[in-house]
Structure formats: structure tokens, C-alpha cells
């Protein structure tokens, strides 16, 4: 395995390696690696010759008073996951060299972004889309893999591809938890033990309203409303910042749930914000 640091370095590889002919799949990833990483390093194993890794905290996603400064890192640990599920590259660049002096260039991608976490991390992804269109042009994938995990992403992701004819399959891959259900997510790391239980209630809203989905309820405020109860019991709770059902390809609010729609929460445990989703 080997490490690359320098953007110009890492494009020329991946020409080179395509020119032989070589598929080449790419894990977008901000590092501190965890299970619901390596499922992703895992497919992408499956479908490709080669495997890039990029870890790279994106500064231009963060919000000013967000966790940029204090968001988990660890390299070194990082590094020996990825030896040992056999990843070929692991893209790691500077700040300096993804945004030098004078950049300026910005992606946006104007509705989907708009709502859920949208109306809450302004510009947020406009970064993500920035960055990751930065990162298929100098990675070149053939296939990119991202969790359904950041669901809102992945669809801003997916539009972004499409509207701007970037040669790359986006896939969604599986919401990987823990096994009493927590999302897994490189800020669970944040939570002190007594936070950890009350992050819990989450995934139990999320459970319970796939249940009363499945049993017949339709109406998405019956269904807000036992979630946003469920989670209310947390005892750690500080927010719940939105708790939406959603169509999945325009992520607009539902009137009447329907198979394959999409029930996204955010909510502060203490001073951590989590997200996660289920479909329906
Ligand atoms: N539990 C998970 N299951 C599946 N994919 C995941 C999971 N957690 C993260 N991913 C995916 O891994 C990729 C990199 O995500 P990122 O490095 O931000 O990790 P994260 O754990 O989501 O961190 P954060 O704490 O910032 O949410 C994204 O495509 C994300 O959706
Ligand atoms: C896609 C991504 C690597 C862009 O910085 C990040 O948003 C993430 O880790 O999900
Ligand atoms: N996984 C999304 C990265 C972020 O929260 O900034």
C-alpha cells in the first residue's frame, strides 16, 4: 500500500493505471476509520483492480462554530486498517494543497442540498461537493462509494455526477450499526458512556417507525410524532434538530408515506450532533 500526499502525483498514477486498463474504485472518507469505512473499502475490494482511500478533514465544510479543530484523527490507525483490508492507495493531501493561495472554485448543487441538514450547516455541501468533485478528478474513479449513512450526500453527490457528466458510478452502500443498533459514525467517539446510552433512543425511533410503517401507518406526522417521543426519553438529549420524512429522490417532505421514502433525523446528545435514516 502506498500513501499519497500530492494531488498532481495521485492523478498521474491513476491516468497511468487506467491506461492499462485497471477499474478503479475510490472511498471518499474523512479518516478515523470505522467498520462502516471499511464495508465500503470492502465493496469497493469486490469491484474494482485497485482501491484508493482518501482521508482528508475538509476545512470548507465545516461551519465556523462546527468541529473542524476538533474532529477525531489518527493516521497512524488509520493506515493499518487500510494495510490490512489490502487497500492499494490512501490519498492523504494537505490543506495547502487542495486550496491554495487563490482558489475559488465552488459546486453546488442548488435543491438537494437545500433542507435537512441543509437548513442547518450552511454551505456544508457545497463543500462536500466541492471537495468531491475535486477528488474525482484527481482520483479518476471508475466507481465511488459512499454510506447511505449520509443520505442527503449521497443524493447531492449522485445529482452532481449527473448534472456535471462526471464519469463515475456512485454507489450507496448499507447504514452499517453497531450491534445494538447506533449508527456507527467517527463522532460516536465524542460520546461519554451515559451519552453513549441515550444516542441509543435514536436508532430505537428510527426501528419503531419502520414497524408502524409496516403495520399499516401512512401518515408521517403519527409517525414524527412517536419518533420525536421515542428520543425525547434520551436523557442526554439537547436537540432534536429535524425529524423528516422524506422522498428519496427529491428529498422533500412526504404527505402520505410510501415504500422506498425516507425518515432522517439530527439530534444533539449532549454536544454531539448525530444523524442517521431509514427507508421504509
Ligand atoms: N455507519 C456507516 N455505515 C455506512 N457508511 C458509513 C457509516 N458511517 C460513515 N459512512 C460513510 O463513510 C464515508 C465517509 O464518512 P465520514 O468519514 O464522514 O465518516 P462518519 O463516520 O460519517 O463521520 P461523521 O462522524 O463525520 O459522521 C461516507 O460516505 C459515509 O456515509
Ligand atoms: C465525502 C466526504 C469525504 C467529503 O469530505 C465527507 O463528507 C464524508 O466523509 O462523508
Ligand atoms: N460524513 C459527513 C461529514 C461531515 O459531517 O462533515
Not at 76 to 91: A, G, M, P, Q, T
Not at 188 to 202: F, H, M, P, T, V
Not at 250 to 272: H, Q
Request: hydrophobic letters at 35%; glycine letters at 6%; one cysteine or more.
Amino acid at each position: 500500500m502506498e500513501v499519497i500526499i500530492n494531488p498532481s502525483q495521485m492523478q498521474n498514477l491513476m491516468l497511468s493505471l487506467k491506461k492499462q486498463g485497471k477499474k478503479i474504485g475510490f472511498v471518499p472518507t474523512m479518516g478515523y476509520l470505522h467498520e462502516g469505512h471499511l464495508s465500503l473499502i470492502r465493496c469497493s475490494k469486490k469491484e474494482n483492480d485497485i482501491t484508493v482511500v482518501s482521508i482528508f478533514v475538509n476545512p470548507i465544510q465545516f461551519g465556523v462554530n462546527e468541529d473542524f479543530g476538533r474532529y477525531p484523527r489518527d493516521f497512524e490507525r488509520d493506515k493499518s486498517l487500510c494495510e490490512k483490508e489490502n487497500v492499494d492507495y490512501i490519498f492523504h493531501p494537505s490543506y495547502e494543497e487542495m486550496y491554495p493561495d487563490g482558489f475559488q472554485t465552488y459546486v453546488e448543487v442548488a435543491e438537494l442540498s437545500k433542507g435537512l441538514c441543509g437548513d442547518f450547516r450552511p454551505g456544508h455541501f457545497k463543500g462536500v461537493s466541492t471537495v468531491v468533485a475535486k477528488l474525482f478528478n484527481i482520483v479518476c474513479p471508475d466507481n465511488a462509494y459512499f454510506g447511505k449513512k449520509d443520505f442527503q450526500q449521497l443524493k447531492v453527490i449522485q445529482r452532481m455526477v449527473k448534472d456535471l457528466n462526471f464519469p463515475v458510478n456512485v454507489v450507496g452502500c448499507p447504514v452499517v450499526r453497531e450491534q445494538d443498533g447506533l449508527a456507527m459514525s467517527s463522532r460516536n467517539k465524542y460520546l461519554s458512556d451515559e451519552e453513549r446510552k441515550s444516542a441509543l433512543y435514536i436508532s430505537k425511533a428510527l426501528f419503531e417507525a419502520k414497524r408502524m410503517f409496516e403495520d399499516g401507518i401512512t401518515d408521517p406526522n403519527l409517525i414524527k410524532e412517536r419518533v420525536r417521543q421515542i428520543i425525547s426519553q434520551a436523557k442526554h438529549l439537547k436537540e432534536i434538530q429535524y425529524a423528516e420524512i422524506v422522498d428519496s429522490n427529491t428529498l422533500k417532505p412526504v404527505d402520505k408515506v410510501k415504500k422506498s421514502d425516507v425518515l432522517a433525523v439530527a439530534v444533539y446528545i449532549g454536544n454531539t450532533r448525530l444523524i442517521d435514516n431509514i427507508e421504509f
